[in-house]
């Protein structure tokens, strides 16, 4: 079974800048889409971005031009930089694949990291 685990949120200041990272471990699988969602208290949860195997590269609107989504196949890894924060941008990111394996086409969820800015 995949796992995918997430790194690197924390408290920001307005304007600073954070990366993400998430981690896919497991046995003889390969990624396909992966991509970065996030959920704010009391909302849905959002699409944040998504990149595909081939490097396409779909963005969420409210984070179009502040936010890079990157992926390294070697590492099963995929990042998210994100620069200009803003208070709204305060939300639980979650990671997300579309994995093949032995069990077939799984969409597993990794557990979050919370990302808080604020001054």
């Known amino acids: 079974q995949v796992q995918l685990v997430e790194s690197g949120g924390g408290l920001v200041q307005p304007g600073g800048s954070l990366r993400l990272s998430c981690a896919a471990s497991?046995?003889?699988?390969?990624?396909?889409?992966m991509g970065w969602f996030r959920q704010a208290p009391g909302k849905q949860r959002e699409l944040v971005a998504t990149i595909t195997s081939d490097g396409i590269i779909n963005y969420g609107n409210s984070v179009k031009g502040r936010f890079t989504i990157s992926r390294d196949n070697a590492q099963n890894t995929v990042y998210l930089q994100m620069n200009s924060l803003k208070p709204e941008d305060t939300a639980v990111y979650y990671c997300?694949?579309?994995?093949?394996?032995?069990?077939?086409?799984?969409?597993?969820w990794g557990q979050g990291t919370q990302v808080t800015v604020s001054s």
């Open positions: 997300n694949a579309e994995v093949e394996s032995i069990q077939g086409v799984t969409w597993p």
């Open positions: 497991g046995t003889s699988f390969s990624l396909n889409t």
